[in-house]
């Protein structure tokens, strides 16, 4: 009797079947096991999170600090999952750092539900019905140490007793000549975690503040920088962490912008937005909501050669109730009769707005 195997694509790795009983994994496709970042929207644009063994870079605005938020998400989120974790950053203490993480919401207030509700009466406004928009179950509710992704209140810290134990470490790369140090930690952290056949007992994280900070004595040092980046990438390749990597472009060269861009699996970046921009105010609906804009320029595509397309790569940075971070597609604002006509309404192919046949 015939057995019946499973069909492959040419195009995707035929891996071995991974298990996992840990809340803080997921299941991704191609075979590969995803963590969360943190934010339940930045989850769903990118297909259920950061996949093990990818490299993760935001590229920094130098006017306002909204990597930080990304970061602090993500970091919360290892910490409160339990799964080790690395801060370095340009800070001369590195620690102190962890006593502003977010901590995760209350589960009596039931902000999840008031957050999806507010979207769908928004989705409703805009008829976002037609395009049917995939909703994905990620498990995220709020307070609840054994979900996968959590809303985080910023306002308030994280307990003091999840980055207690020794799962945390931190490392200070003001005044580093080299980046000697901060490798062989990398190094030392991704080995615990290396990845073999079967199941997956924890999965670490890795989170490097300003890679490229001035502060550092090798910030000048481009290829020294690259050499770096290009190591930890196939360092984590083989192991069960992500790294999450933020560095400010406009210190670097154009081309070693581009470099680093290019090794990353999955390519971010933040952009502040004036407090008072008339002419983005006519053309975005709740503007004076957003703080921000998270562009998702590269998604990360393991054990496959299928490109990842999104519906939509440009989102608003808005906080809930000041508390909540949440990111929303751009929707263009109503456009008043009496200012013009919309896009797409214009009668002729010419000038002229007489009625009639139309003027080529």
Known sequence: MTTTRARVSSFSRNVSTVTSQNPGLKHGPN???????????????????????????VMEDEEAPHHMLLLRNFMSQGLVQKQPLLYASASRDPKRFLGTLPSPASPKGDKS????????????????????????????????????????????????????GNNVDSVSIKDSPNLSSLQDHCAGFLGKLSRNEGNISSAGRIAIQSFCSPQCKYSNEEWHML?????????????????????????????????????????????AIPDEDKELAKLLTGYQDMIGLLNVHKAARLNTQV????????????????????????????????????YGTSGGCSGSTKVGTLDF
């Not at 096991?33 to 993760?56: A, R, T, Y």
């Not at 409703?124 to 054994?146: D, I, T």
């Not at 940075?317 to 508390?323: E, F, N, S, T, W």
Request: charged content about 20%.
């Open 113 to 164: 539900s008031d957050l999806s509700h507010e979207k769908d009466i928004r989705i409703a406004w805009q008829y976002k019905k037609y395009f049917g928009e995939p909703q994905l179950n990620l498990n995220s509710n709020n307070g609840g140490q054994q979900d996968y992704c959590n809303n985080f209140d910023l306002r308030k810290p994280l307990d003091r007793h999840f980055f207690s």
């Open 31 to 57: 075979g590969t096991m995803l963590i969360s970042s943190g934010i339940p929207d930045l989850d769903k644009i990118l297909g259920g999170g950061f996949p093990l063994g990818s490299l993760v870079m």
């Open 307 to 342: 490109p990842v397309i999104l519906e939509a790569t440009t989102f608003s940075i808005k906080l809930h109730k000041r508390r909540f971070l949440v990111l929303e597609c751009l929707n263009q604002a109503p456009v008043d009769g009496s200012s013009g006509s919309s």
């Open 227 to 271: 050499s770096f980046i290009r190591s930890l990438k196939s360092m984590t390749q083989s192991s069960n962490a992500v790294v999450v990597v933020t560095f400010p472009p406009s210190l670097l060269s154009p081309s070693c912008s581009l470099r680093l861009q290019h090794m990353a699996d999955t390519l971010l970046s933040v952009r």
